[in-house]
Each structure stands twice: as structure tokens, then as C-alpha cells.
């Protein structure tokens, strides 16, 4: 999952900073240079980072499968034998990352169980298996970046070896891959508001919230496909080209009215049968849902993915209806940041919290400050002032 986000990081700073492609050639040193060896000091193994970039890559698209490192109580108290179980790979029929089972925490949304009582224990409250739609969408940024360097020539892979057909290893260029997913998306992720559509894969007998997109495709539990999360939003942000205009407005339009809250987002639609508002990870009991928080993510507001929602709101209030959106979508995230702000000039820690309970409300068990929550503001107000002097 982290390895994703990771790709962004390197694409936005070689994006934004001045002269930074530079650090594609800085030296990166690596603790474990293989999968057995024992941690090495810095300076024994060192490597540029565009070969740390083209190895994560590479390894992704042949496919991984491991056992963690010390699997057992010793590393995870909590988690079952299954669960240290890893794969993950690329289906390349339409080129979206895929992974995990459903013993697996494989996204940000990473609960496990930890009561006897209730027999949650072990259990990942939101596995998330499959395809993700955040890690689809970030996985599109990162290879459709990487076409572009390679056209300028300041990236010399041409793209990765992939057993596509299950014959033999061939190139798929970052083109390829890029346009791949292109092609994909709209049709494995868009839940359309009319029952037999038949340009688009959607479930009738799971879905019960139409003009979303998906929150993942190819769960173990099918139904958490359908959910309504606030992660398709990140996709948006970090690669706007896979949404239809028109489609995404819609989405961004039915996620404000359901899952914005008063600093957060609701991190499951309040209609959802597993929804759970308060999160309490103190209170021990028999109820399967919440005990030791097991609702983490399953309707608690978290502050960071409002960074992303408001980001792709502003994108898309230009491009649809001649971007007549625009001057409220501004409005609207002056509202959001005026409420951020009160929060933090009245916090003690002087900083944005993890999370709220339902409706705003504080969370004793939510981190005091915690820095996602902050930057990812941050990024909204880095959006609005490259824009506001065009409207």
C-alpha cells in the first residue's frame, strides 16, 4: 500500500521542487538489499533512487508473494496465522493493482480485531482486498508520469516485463500500462443510476447507492465493493484523466451530501448496515462491531481524506459546466478551512486531530495532532491559490 503513496511523493517532488529530477540520481541506502539478508548500515548498499523506483515497479508487476518477516505475536499480537500472508500483483487485463485477502489490512483502513469477547480477534474490520480504488488511482499517476519523463528522456526504462498472457515475459511500456487503466476504469468502477447498463460492471443485487464509484473491485466479501467510502476522491486528485467529467461531479455531489461532516469525512455511508459513528477502543463488550474499536473505519470522520475530497471537488468544478462550479466549490472549502482553523487555534497541541465521532464530535481516543490531517489542508490551500486568480 505505503509503496504507492511513496511514488507520489517522489513524482511531487520532482514536479514541484526546482531542479527536482536531481534526486533520481541521490543515493539511497538500502537496510535490507534482499528479501533474506540482515540489515545492512548505511553506505553498504546504496542505490540511485530511480533504481529503487524501477525495482518496486518491476517486482509488482512480475507479482510478489511472501510471508512477513518474525510472522507471529512477536510482530502482531493481535493478528492471525493468515494474515501475515502477502500477495500482490497487477492484473493485466486491465492493469490495476490488486492484493491482499480477506486476513489481510492492506490500506490505510488497517483494523484488525482485538477482542475475545466480542470474537473479532484477528479479524481486519475493512480488508479492502482486491483492487482499491486509491491504489488504482495512484498507481495510474505514477505510471503515467513516468511515459511522460521517458518521452523527455530524463527516464531511461522504457517500462516493465510482464507475463501478460501467460506465456512468456514481454515490455509493457508505461504507455501501455497507462492506457490500460485508462480504458478500464470508468467501466470496472462507475456504478451508473440506471439498472442494465450494460457498458458498466455493477452488481444490482450489492449495490444501494447509485452515481458513486466503487470502492474497490475483486473482494473476497463482494459487497464491500460497493460500499460508499470516501477513498475514490484520492483517485480523483491524483489522476483526474480516469473520470468522466460529468460522472465524477455527480459522485462528489452525492459524497458532500452524505459523508461530509463538520471536519471529517465519514468513512462509510451512515446507511450502510456495518456503520458504526463513535469509535471507542477502551470499551471491551460483546458487540462484534465496535468492541476495541473495530469500527475504526467504519463511519468515524477522518480529517486527512477531506483534503483529497475538497482537491478533487476544485478540480472538477472547472471542467464541468464550463467550470460555472467554481466560485462556490472555493466557497465551500473557505467554510471547511474556516471550521479547521477554529479546531486548531483551540486545540492544545495547536494542531487538526485524526478523527472525530459521528457529527464532529470529539473523540477521546482520536491521536491529539496528527500530521496527515494538517498537510493534507495544506495541499487543499496550495490548490485554491494557484486557481483564484483566474476567477
Not at 517532488?13 to 534482499?34: E, N, Q
Request: proline letters at 5%.
Amino acid at each position: 500500500f505505503y509503496w504507492r503513496w511513496w511514488l507520489q511523493s517522489v513524482q511531487d517532488y520532482c514536479t514541484i521542487v526546482p531542479k527536482g529530477m536531481d534526486i533520481l540520481s541521490a543515493p539511497v541506502s538500502r537496510l535490507f538489499p534482499t528479501d533474506d539478508s540482515e540489515p545492512q548500515p548505511p553506505g553498504k548498499a546504496d542505490m540511485p533512487l530511480r533504481d529503487v523506483v524501477q525495482e518496486a515497479l518491476q517486482r509488482h508487476s512480475s507479482g510478489i508473494s511472501f510471508r512477513e518477516r518474525n510472522a507471529g505475536p512477536s510482530l502482531d499480537q493481535n493478528m492471525k496465522p493468515e494474515g501475515f500472508d502477502v500477495a500482490v500483483g497487477i492484473d493485466w487485463k486491465t492493469g490495476f493493482v490488486y492484493g491482499g485477502s480477506e486476513w489481510n489490512c492492506g490500506t490505510w483502513m488497517d483494523k484488525v480485531g482485538e477482542s475475545d469477547q466480542a470474537g473479532n480477534r484477528g479479524v481486519p474490520a475493512t480488508p479492502r482486498d482486491g483492487s482499491a480504488v486509491e491504489l488504482v488511482g495512484l498507481c495510474k499517476s505514477a505510471v503515467r508520469w513516468l511515459s511522460q519523463m521517458h518521452a523527455k528522456g530524463v527516464y531511461k526504462e522504457k517500462g516493465v516485463m510482464a507475463d501478460t498472457e501467460g506465456l512468456e515475459e514481454r515490455l509493457v511500456t508505461w504507455s501501455q500500462w497507462d492506457e490500460m487503466i485508462q480504458e478500464s476504469f470508468e467501466r470496472h468502477f462507475w456504478i451508473p443510476d440506471a439498472e442494465g447498463d450494460v457498458t458498466h460492471i455493477a452488481d444490482a443485487n450489492f449495490v444501494h447507492q447509485r452515481t458513486i464509484y466503487r470502492d474497490s473491485v475483486g473482494a473476497t466479501k463482494r459487497f464491500a465493493d460497493f460500499q460508499l467510502r470516501p477513498n475514490f476522491p484520492i483517485a480523483m486528485t491524483v489522476a483526474p484523466e480516469l473520470f468522466v467529467p460529468e460522472h465524477a461531479w455527480k459522485a462528489l455531489t452525492m459524497t458532500e451530501t452524505i459523508l461530509l461532516g463538520k471536519l471529517g469525512m465519514a468513512t462509510l455511508d451512515p446507511k450502510d448496515w456495518a456503520y458504526r459513528g463513535v469509535y471507542d477502543n477502551s470499551q471491551d463488550s460483546g458487540s462484534y462491531e465496535t468492541a476495541r474499536g473495530f469500527n475504526y473505519h467504519q463511519g468515524p470522520e477522518w480529517l486527512w481524506v477531506t483534503g483529497y475530497f475538497l482537491r478533487a471537488k476544485l478540480h472538477f468544478a472547472q471542467v464541468v459546466d464550463g467550470g460555472v462550479h467554481a466560485s462556490e466549490t472555493v466557497q465551500l472549502i473557505h467554510h471547511v478551512v474556516a471550521r479547521h482553523r477554529e479546531a486548531l487555534e483551540t486545540s492544545q497541541w495547536k494542531g487538526l486531530v485524526e478523527l472525530t465521532n459521528v457529527g464532529g464530535w470529539e473523540c477521546k481516543d482520536s491521536c491529539a495532532v496528527q500530521a496527515w490531517s494538517m498537510s493534507c489542508m495544506l495541499d487543499v490551500l496550495y490548490d485554491v491559490g494557484k486557481i483564484k486568480t483566474r476567477l
